[in-house]
């Protein structure tokens, strides 16, 4: 009994670091996702600095969501005319 205890003093408070951690990076990438999607809204009907940052980075702050990033490239070659009239 008394190594049990021993093993759970040691590992519950590693345990508490990772899982918190965890929990830190999903917030931060949710937060993340969020801004870019707040900017791209608010500024949907013209440019700014902003909303261009925000569109540059779908790709990195959308990494792990395949769908997204094959709707930003389908947007993307919609944008890139190369004789606009």
Do not use: H
């Not at 009994?1 to 949710?30: C, H, T, Y």
């Amino acid at each position: 009994m008394m190594w049990v205890n021993i093993i759970a003093v040691i590992v519950a408070p590693i345990a508490a670091v990772v899982i918190g951690q965890k929990l830190q990076d999903r917030a931060e990438k949710r937060k993340d996702k969020m801004a870019v999607f707040k900017a791209v809204m608010t500024y949907r009907y013209g440019w700014s600095q902003e909303a261009v940052i925000a569109l540059n980075s779908i790709p990195i702050v959308f990494a792990e969501d395949k769908p997204i990033r094959e709707r930003w490239k389908e947007y993307y070659k919609q944008l890139c005319v190369q004789n606009p009239d």
